[in-house]
């Protein structure tokens, strides 16, 4: 199976840990191409983002390596519906590495707009999300 290249909530070690039980190997990588959005859906804001393609742009986050297949369908299962998961190539140490990513549904781009933070998820969401995943 492909790594699995997370930008987003699967950043942080609390939640990936919830949600596997353990710590999959993991290292810096880079998705071009790609930008992380903030998700709207008409005044409200989700706390988590969403990739999708645009020219020049590039998404910073980790590839997480040997995972099994049982923690790819918990993976799956985390991601909703409005994602698709998607075959891109990284680039780790100036090395390409083929990968999965969750790309937003392209039927729902309307909703993207602006840069999701991650700091901003640290301080103002985090507790509260790792409260509602237990």
């Given amino acids: 199976m492909r790594p699995l290249f ?3 909530t699967l950043l942080f070690p609390e939640i990936l840990h919830s949600l596997l039980g353990r710590l999959p190997g993991s290292s810096e990588a ?3 191409g790609y930008h992380r959005f903030s998700i709207h859906d008409g005044a409200d804001v989700r706390p988590y983002p969403a990739v999708f393609p645009r020219h020049g742009a590039e998404v910073q986050g980790l590839l997480l ?3 099994s297949p049982k923690e790819h369908t918990i993976l799956d ?3 909703d519906e409005d994602y698709v998961k998607t075959a891109v190539s990284v680039l780790q140490d100036d090395q390409r590495v083929e990968a999965s ?3 937003w549904r392209a039927g729902k781009r309307g909703q993207l707009r602006g840069v999701w933070d991650l700091e901003q998820f640290r301080v103002q969401h985090l507790d509260a999300y790792l409260r509602h995943m237990k």
């Fill in 6 to 8: 997370v930008y987003g």
């Fill in 65 to 67: 390596s040997g995972l």
């Fill in 30 to 32: 880079i998705l071009p």
């Fill in 101 to 103: 990513v969750y790309v």
């Fill in 77 to 79: 299962a985390y991601e």
